[in-house]
């Protein structure tokens, strides 16, 4: 080992060097022939490679000439010294003879575990490794009362058979580890069972529960008609369809037959009561097409315009002229969905004459605007004093050119019958696909001719489109 590497509180004399390490000298020996000096390691070392000449003036040397300077090793052992760990924080000086008595007992220095656990560290951090941290250490359990070494009993820990513990199905039971397979398995009301009968996994305690409406469970034939294997969810289509015990009512019951009998008294039954039965069938048919009718009338509430618009399309347009054109008798007048001129307002349709009508039969299409029956017609003010406006619309690309409509617009004349409150007996009701015919409509008889059609795109896709608009008086919302 080379010359002292410590931390000396002055510098050495230069007498007290090694040549050959440049250190204060460890276990200095001397050659009697020259009197240099050097660490008995640092020349041994040199010696080792086969030179035998002293390493400061060259001169042969012999073995049998070298000897340790105890003088001068007492001088260094008498240098005053830092501990090795000053600077982990050690404030310890002394002379240096000292060192080795101080690192017995100096707390920066790394010593091994005395429990042989293989970590090494500072001396200060050894209680808390031997009471906390060393897998080597004895351990009592505080429930069995068995000693173990730190590795296994972190290993113990979490198993102790003696240990209290709750029970993992969250029952609130608390017994030693030891008896907890026994109660899991036997004793706990949350423990998991399957259902006998329809093999689903339910807790102990909502168990009997289950049993109650489990659909396989089985059960008796309330008519007591014997057949077995019966279950909860199959009884109500064997006491419908299979118990030849059950008495059931006449297949004709949604037509007013109250006949009770027995199933096998059904087809008797069906062959003395013909009579009444197409009696009773004709009376539901008569109630069907009267709710069917008013049906029919709600879905036309429900999907009409509430706010004051109506864009009607007419499809297949040139059908409908040719139609209007070769009729014997009248002109085909067409009607729009009805719709209302704000929430809780007037009720309208319009119509249309595709061949015309008056004036115009034959050269133009007529519009006209007529007045429902409404539910509101209560709460409104009459004679209907608002303003209607008919447009035939342009079907043009807007960014080709510009749509030019067709429009027309006039307000009510008060003293007209067709303005006044109609009468609630005609509410919607519909003939042959037209409306009661003491019903008027008010418009325009020579709307648009049907050369002028032709001028631009009004019909497009066999489609025209007339749009009407409502304008609502304020004081008539308020």
């Known amino acids: 080992m080379p010359g002292l590497d410590l931390k000396f509180l002055e510098r050495p004399r230069r007498r007290l060097y090694c040549p050959l390490c440049e250190k204060p000298m460890r276990e200095p020996v001397q050659i009697s022939t020259c009197g240099h000096r050097f660490c008995d390691t640092c020349l041994q070392e040199y010696l080792s490679e086969g030179v035998f000449k002293c390493p400061e003036d060259q001169l042969p040397l012999d073995y049998a000439k070298i000897f340790p300077d105890g003088e001068l090793e007492q001088q260094i052992l008498a240098l005053p010294i830092r501990c090795i760990h000053s600077e982990e924080g050690c404030r310890w000086t002394a002379q240096n003879k000292l060192l080795q008595a101080h690192l017995s007992v100096c707390e920066f ?3 091994s575990c005395p429990n042989r656990c293989t970590v090494k560290l500072l001396r200060r951090e050894l209680p808390e490794h031997l009471q906390h941290d060393c897998a080597k250490r004895k351990l009592h359990c505080d429930h069995c009362g068995e000693e173990f070494t730190g590795e296994a009993y972190e290993d113990h820990q979490g198993a102790c058979p003696e240990e209290s513990v709750y029970c993992e199905n969250k029952c609130g039971a608390r017994m030693m580890r ?4 026994q109660h899991s398995v036997s004793e706990c009301p949350k423990r998991k069972l399957p259902c006998r009968y329809c093999r689903r996994e339910f807790l102990y305690d909502t168990l009997q529960n289950h049993q109650q409406q489990c659909p396989r469970f089985p059960m008796q034939c309330p008519n007591r008609c014997g057949t077995p294997g019966i279950t909860r969810e199959t009884l109500m289509g064997h006491v419908k369809e299979g118990c030849s015990t059950a008495v059931v009512l006449c297949p004709f019951k949604e037509a007013g037959c ?4 027995p199933k096998p008294g059904v087809a008797r039954h069906l062959e003395e009561a013909t009579a009444s039965h197409l009696s009773l069938l004709c ?3 008569n109630r069907q097409r009267l709710e069917l009718r008013d049906l029919r009338r709600r879905v036309e509430e429900l999907s009409g315009s509430r706010d004051g618009t109506l864009l009607w399309k007419l499809s297949d347009f040139s059908q409908r002229l040719l139609e209007a054109k070769n009729r014997d008798s009248g002109s085909l007048e067409l009607f729009s969905p009805a719709f209302y001129s704000h929430y809780y307002g007037y009720r309208l349709q319009v119509s249309a004459f595709p061949n015309g009508n008056g004036s115009g039969e034959g050269s133009h299409i007529s519009i006209y605007i007529r007045v429902l029956p409404g539910e509101y017609d209560g709460l409104l003010e009459w004679p209907f004093p608002c303003r209607v ?8 690309d807007p960014t080709l050119s510009k749509p030019q409509h067709i429009s027309e617009s006039f307000n009510p004349d008060p003293s007209w019958k067709n303005f006044q409150r109609p009468k609630s007996g005609g509410l919607g009701s519909v003939r ?3 409306l009661d015919e003491s019903m008027l409509g008010f418009g325009y008889p020579k709307f648009i001719s049907h050369e002028e059609m032709k001028s631009r795109n009004y019909i497009r896709d066999n489609a025209i489109f007339i749009k009407a608009t409502i304008d609502v008086v304020q004081r008539i919302i308020s």
């Open 389 to 396: 406006s008919f447009s035939l619309l342009d079907q043009c």
């Open 283 to 285: 009376g539901l048919v």
């Open 178 to 181: 030891r008896l907890l397979n």
């Open 258 to 261: 109250k006949h009770r009998t």
């Open 432 to 434: 042959g696909g037209c």
């Open 109 to 111: 220095n790394v010593v």
